[in-house]
T-cell receptor, first 113, second 112 residues
Framework: DTGVSQDPRHKITKRGQNVTFRCDPI?????LYWYRQTLGQGPEFLTY????????KSRLLSDRFSAERPKGSFSTLEIQRTEQGDSAMYLC???????????FGQGTRLTVV | ELKVEQNPLFLSMQEGKNYTIYCNYS?????LYWYRQDPGKSLESLFV?????AVKQEGRLMASLDTKARLSTLHITAAVHDLSATYFC????????????FGQGTRLTINP
């Protein structure tokens, strides 16, 4: 158990709908990362929070994507107007201080039909 | 550009054999991670390599890091079927930030 929980584990949605995923790290994880992994590829960095501050966003994160971590604890990733190309596994990772390893949650698999 | 390349991308081998997966990266870093991923599952941390010359072993797997050559290897000794999975290396190019760049993965199949 890495201490990082993601919900839901699976989501099937119709194209054009909005979806929201949640990530709950343990309280010691002041750093939180979102990655996206498409089939047959390695994960790609999306965004990073230090406590409640979103410090970096990848160019992969189009304006249809938004992530929040309002109280520096759980985080949400919302995708608006989903497209088939958004189908992927969305992975959250939580970490403590810099130079310590971040640990991945179980992931949310999104299928857009 | 920050790039991480693994080879081979696919590897089919027999139980009992030895093999090595290679991970090359484009720019200086002394932080490299190896992960295992089973189908439909998330990433399981295998090794964290934090300095040049680092070598770590767990069971039949051994990982090493040569920062001067920008190369890491994952060596499998006397493979068993349970090691069948996809293996990823990932590099932290911004020291300690854990913003990882992953390789494409090596899909390993071990046949009885």
């Amino acid at each position: 158990d890495t201490g990082v929980s993601q919900d839901p584990r699976h989501k099937i949605t119709k194209r054009g709908q909005n979806v929201t995923f949640r990530c709950d790290p343990i309280s010691e994880h002041n750093r939180l990362y979102w990655y996206r992994q498409t089939l047959g590829q390695g994960p790609e960095f999306l965004t990073y929070f230090q406590n409640e501050a979103q410090l970096e966003k990848s160019r992969l994160l189009s304006d249809r994507f938004s992530a929040e971590r309002p109280k520096g604890s759980f985080s949400t990733l919302e995708i608006q107007r989903t497209e088939q190309g958004d189908s992927a596994m969305y992975l959250c990772a939580g970490g403590g201080s810099l130079n310590t390893e971040a640990f991945f949650g179980q992931g949310t698999r999104l299928t857009v039909v | 550009e920050l790039k991480v390349e693994q080879n081979p991308l696919f590897l089919s081998m027999q139980e009992g054999k030895n093999y090595t997966i290679y991970c090359n990266y484009s720019t200086t870093s002394d932080r490299l991670y190896w992960y295992r991923q089973d189908p439909g599952k998330s990433l399981e941390s295998l090794f964290v390599l934090l300095s040049n010359g680092a070598v770590k072993q767990e069971g039949r797997l051994m990982a090493s890091l040569d920062t001067k050559a920008r190369l890491s290897t994952l060596h499998i000794t006397a493979a068993v079927h349970d090691l069948s999975a996809t293996y990823f290396c990932a590099v932290d190019f911004i020291q300690g930030a854990q913003k990882l760049v992953f390789g494409q993965g090596t899909r390993l199949t071990i046949n009885p």
